[in-house]
């Protein structure tokens, strides 16, 4: 049902913007053919694409973030390390993106001598304004933790070696 109401906004929204981009040089009282179809084009693409403008850049800087900066660094103490906790972290809001980009910066420590053995970055958003209404409230996520990620593999083998426990409180 959530689908075919995207589906008849969508539709509704596609019409709308034909509707407005065909009238609107009529109304402008724009005769010339040529410079009728140049603005019913630019608003017909303005219309379409505009509101999904923040999502689509704010998308690229979250995707360029997670390729640059989650990914995994363990410290050479990692090696006489048995076992090892990672501690929980607070969201920061990142400043100078188009959409809210989220960071925690996480960090394991070995559980026996409170040392930083490894760390990583986990960022969040909701998107765009639009954009991020098909997520419905939903978040995208970004990081090592997850099987897409690059260092996904170098992760799992690091937990299973250092026997990685969480930890709900500092």
């Known amino acids: 049902m959530i689908g075919l ?13 034909w509707f407005l981009a065909s009238r609107v040089p009529k109304w402008l009282g724009i005769s010339t053919p040529a410079w009728q ?3 019913s084009s630019i ?18 800087q979250f995707e360029r973030l997670c ?11 990692a090696e006489k390390t048995k076992k090892a906790k990672e501690l929980p972290a607070r969201l920061e809001l990142l400043a100078g993106n188009i959409i809210p980009i ?7 420590i070995d559980a026996d001598t409170n040392e930083v053995i490894a760390t990583y970055d986990y960022f969040t958003t909701g998107g765009g304004r639009l954009g991020g209404l098909i997520m419905l409230g939903g978040q995208y996520t970004c990081s090592i933790s997850q ?24």
């Open 102 to 108: 989220e960071r925690q910066h996480r960090e394991i």
């Open 67 to 77: 390729d640059e900066q989650t990914g995994l660094q363990i410290f050479s103490t």
């Open 37 to 39: 179809w140049v603005l």
């Open 147 to 170: 099987p897409r990620h690059v260092d996904h593999k170098k992760y799992l083998s690091f937990e299973k070696k250092v026997n990685l426990i969480y930890v709900s409180k500092k």
């Open 43 to 60: 608003l017909f693409l303005s219309l379409m694409v505009g509101p999904f403008a923040d999502h689509i850049v704010g998308m690229r």
């Open 5 to 17: 109401s995207f589906l008849a906004v969508g539709v509704f929204w596609l019409w709308l913007s």
